[in-house]
Every structure is written in structure tokens, then in C-alpha cells.
């Protein structure tokens, strides 16, 4: 396997990592990125089969050895259904499910349409940053209701979010830990209250149910009750923000914005904004035996990361894969992740951004850039630090 190396704080990189990804391919189905001293894939076939074998997964194979100062971060994440596997992992995901059924997922098409023509409608005159004025309210307020907390906790649920997902950034630092710890403790008392408060007024929201399980006993425990709603809470609305700052930015870059007023061409637009510059780029996975995938034989306790982004352009599945083409046929990338732990929220996101982006471009014909846009400075996460526009 060939040795790559590549600093992913190195701020030419976390602007356009798609160089880099291009020149890995050339190594083959595999290659060890050093500064990570990880073997990793962006082969499209080789992530989508790991990601659908149960002999990988997210639980390490020895327990974590987790530093004092952590310990509150990661007995949040004991408990997230991210973090484990079966039969936890298939309990949490079912009770989650039950909540998020298709019916209800597109019964929220009403609400996502009042909420994104109020929020288009208000736009400020002269430049203004568009993520905060569309692209983080409106996930936020949506995955709030959605749960059933008060919508006016959305600045609260963003900054504990954002302090929180420090914990999974390339050269990360004790102010960045101190920072997700102090934010993990806020979202957890915050929780707890809430639910409590939550106990005697039900309603007819996702906590709710989630108490309902809690109640009925084995099903599931306060602790599990509290991280779940964190879980969805965050990446409900973490990943949606940037994937629509990213898609407006390729939308504007390109200037084929009138294709995607179409209906017919709406999915086909989404799909390709989700494709083409995905905002999470690297998921990881332990390996629970010996295991050969496409000439490479992984050893039981190895690490993999699979790169998403890089997977989402990988020429044997997509035709001239660095072009941005709203027009190609659409077919399952690797954006949303795939198997046991597929992203629960993909219908969700799906709406959002379908309803979200027409309406913005209608209100909004004239939209432009007011100065060019610059992703965040982290890797892995792949999303705008501000995204300045005039109407
Ligand atoms: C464009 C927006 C989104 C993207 C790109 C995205 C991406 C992902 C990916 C790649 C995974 C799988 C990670 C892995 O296998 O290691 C995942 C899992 C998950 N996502 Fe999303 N997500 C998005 C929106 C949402 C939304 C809106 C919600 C909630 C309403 C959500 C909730 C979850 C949950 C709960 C999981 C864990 C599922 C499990 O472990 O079984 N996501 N997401």
C-alpha cells in the first residue's frame, strides 16, 4: 500500500482537498495516510462494501481509554447510536425510526416551505452572510420542532453543536476539548430539565415518544433517552447548514441555477449539490476479524477511514465526476453513508434542501457572491465559514 502524505490542517488542503483525493487514486483501492497512520479508501466499491459488512464497524474492539477531562464527552457518546453496533445499536435506531416515519418526515413539507419563504422574505438589503440568515435557522428550527424542544433554544442547540463537533476535527487542541466538554455538560443539563419538564406535557413530538419508551422500562434509559436527542439534535442540522452554504456556493460558482427551478430537476439538482461537495468527508471504522477487501486483508483491531468525498468521485461510477452536472442520472453516493448505520436524517436533509433551494433562488433571482466564499478551517467536516451575498 503507498504512503500518502498530507496535512489536513494545511489550509490549501481544508479549502480544496479534491487535488489530493485525485492524486490517492492513482495509489489504488487503498492507501495509508500518514499524518492520520491510517489506511484509507476513496474507491467507491470499497467504501460502499465496508460500509455494508458487519465484520466493520463503530465500536473499537478494545474498550476507549478515555483521559479524565473527556469523560462527560464520552459518556454522551457511550450511548449514541452512532458509536455502537448491535443489539444496542438496532434498539436505539428502532425507536428513532419509529418516530421518523416517511409520513411524518413529509408531513413537515408545509412547515420547511413557511419557514423557508419567512426566512427568504427577510433578508437583510446589502451584504449579508446567508448561512445565518437561511442556511443555519432553518435545520435548526425544523430537527427542534421536529423533537419538540422550544425553538428559541436554536442559538443554544448551534453553539453546543458546533463546540461539540470540535471533538472529531484534524489537530484538535485541549481549548477545542475544554470547549465540546463544557458544551456537552450545558446540552446534558439542559436535557435533562427539559425532559423532565416534558414528562407530564406530552405532545405530539419525538420526546415524547422517546419518554414513552423510556417508561415502558428495558427499552430504553434516561441516559440513552438524553443522548439521542443530543445525536439527533446535532447532526440534525450540523451537515444540512453546510450542505446547503456549499450547494449555493456551486449553484452560484456554475451559474445554472435556472435548471434547478424546475421541478422535474429538483432531485436531480440535490443529489448532484450532495455529491459533488459533500460537507462530511471521512467516516472511520474498526475491524472485527480477519477481512480481505479488494487485495488488501485487514487484521482484527485495524482502523479504515473512508472518504466520502473522495468516493463521491470516483470516475468508474460517475462520468467526468469534477464536473458539477445537475443533469446526470441519479445514483446512491456516498454522502449519506451506507448499511447498519446510513444516516437516519437522508429523507429529512433531502426535503429540506429540495424545498429550501428553489425557494431561495425564486425569491432571490439575483442573488450573488458579495465576496468569495472560504470553507471553515477544519477537515473533516467540509462546510462555508460565512457565506457573503447580496439579492
Ligand atoms: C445533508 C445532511 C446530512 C448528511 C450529509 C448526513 C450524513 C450522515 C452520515 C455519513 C452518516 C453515517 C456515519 C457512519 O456510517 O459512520 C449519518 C448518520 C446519522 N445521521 Fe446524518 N446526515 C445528514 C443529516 C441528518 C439529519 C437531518 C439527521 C436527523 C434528523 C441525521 C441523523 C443521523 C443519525 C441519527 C445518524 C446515525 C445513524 C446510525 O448510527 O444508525 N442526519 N449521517
Redesign the pocket.
Given at each position: 500500500m503507498q504512503t500518502l502524505t498530507q496535512s489536513p490542517t494545511d489550509p490549501a488542503f481544508v479549502q480544496n482537498p479534491y487535488p489530493f483525493y485525485k492524486a490517492a487514486r492513482a495509489a489504488g483501492p487503498f492507501f495509508h495516510w500518514q499524518d492520520y497512520d491510517l489506511p484509507c479508501t476513496g474507491n467507491a466499491a470499497a467504501v460502499n462494501a465496508i460500509?455494508r459488512d458487519r465484520r466493520f464497524g463503530?465500536e473499537p474492539v478494545a474498550p476507549l481509554v478515555v483521559p479524565p477531562h473527556l469523560a462527560p464527552f464520552y459518556a454522551v457518546e457511550a450511548h449514541s447510536?452512532?458509536e455502537l453496533e448491535p443489539p444496542r445499536?438496532t434498539r436505539l435506531?428502532n425507536l428513532?425510526l419509529r418516530a421518523f416515519t416517511s409520513r411524518r418526515i413529509a408531513g413537515l413539507q408545509p412547515d420547511i416551505t413557511a419557514l423557508a419563504t419567512e426566512l427568504a422574505e427577510s433578508f437583510p438589503s446589502g451584504e449579508f452572510d446567508l448561512l445565518q440568515a437561511f442556511a443555519q435557522p432553518l435545520?435548526v428550527r425544523i430537527?427542534a420542532r421536529l423533537l419538540g424542544v422550544p425553538e428559541d433554544m436554536a442559538p443554544d442547540l448551534l453553539r453546543w453543536s458546533n463546540a461539540m463537533v470540535g471533538m472529531y476535527m484534524a489537530g484538535r487542541t485541549r481549548a477545542t476539548e475544554d470547549r465540546a466538554v463544557a458544551a456537552t455538560e450545558a446540552f446534558v443539563a439542559f436535557m435533562r430539565s427539559y425532559v423532565k419538564a416534558r414528562r407530564t406535557t406530552p405532545a405530539d413530538d419525538l420526546i415524547t415518544q422517546l419518554i414513552a419508551a423510556e417508561s415502558e422500562g428495558e427499552k430504553l434509559t434516561t441516559d440513552e433517552l438524553i443522548t439521542t436527542c443530543i445525536?439527533?439534535l446535532n447532526?440534525?442540522h450540523e451537515?444540512?447548514v453546510h450542505?446547503i452554504g456549499n450547494g449555493v456556493k456551486t449553484l452560484l460558482e456554475t451559474g445554472i441555477v435556472p435548471s434547478l427551478l424546475a421541478p422535474e430537476s429538483v432531485e436531480g439538482t440535490v443529489e448532484e449539490i450532495?455529491r459533488f461537495d459533500?460537507?462530511?468527508h471521512m467516516?472511520t471504522r474498526h475491524v472485527y476479524g480477519d477481512v480481505e477487501v479488494m487485495g488488501h486483508t485487514f487484521r482484527r483491531g485495524d482502523q479504515v477511514a473512508l472518504l466520502?468525498a473522495m468516493a463521491n468521485r470516483d470516475p468508474q461510477v460517475w462520468e467526468d465526476p469534477a464536473n458539477f452536472n445537475p443533469h446526470r442520472l441519479v445514483r446512491p453516493n456516498a454522502?449519506?453513508?451506507a448499511g447498519?448505520?446510513?444516516?437516519?436524517?437522508?429523507p429529512?436533509?433531502r426535503l429540506e434542501l429540495q424545498i429550501a433551494l428553489p425557494i431561495l433562488f425564486r425569491r432571490h433571482p439575483g442573488l450573488k457572491f458579495a465576496a468569495p466564499p472560504r470553507y471553515g478551517d477544519v477537515y473533516h467536516f467540509h462546510g462555508l465559514s460565512a457565506l457573503l451575498v447580496t439579492t
Open positions: 460500509f463503530r447510536m452512532l445499536h435506531r428513532v435545520p430537527i445525536l439527533l447532526a440534525g451537515a444540512t450542505t450532495l459533500p460537507a462530511l467516516f466520502l454522502s449519506f453513508g447498519l448505520h446510513f444516516c437516519v436524517g437522508a429529512l436533509a
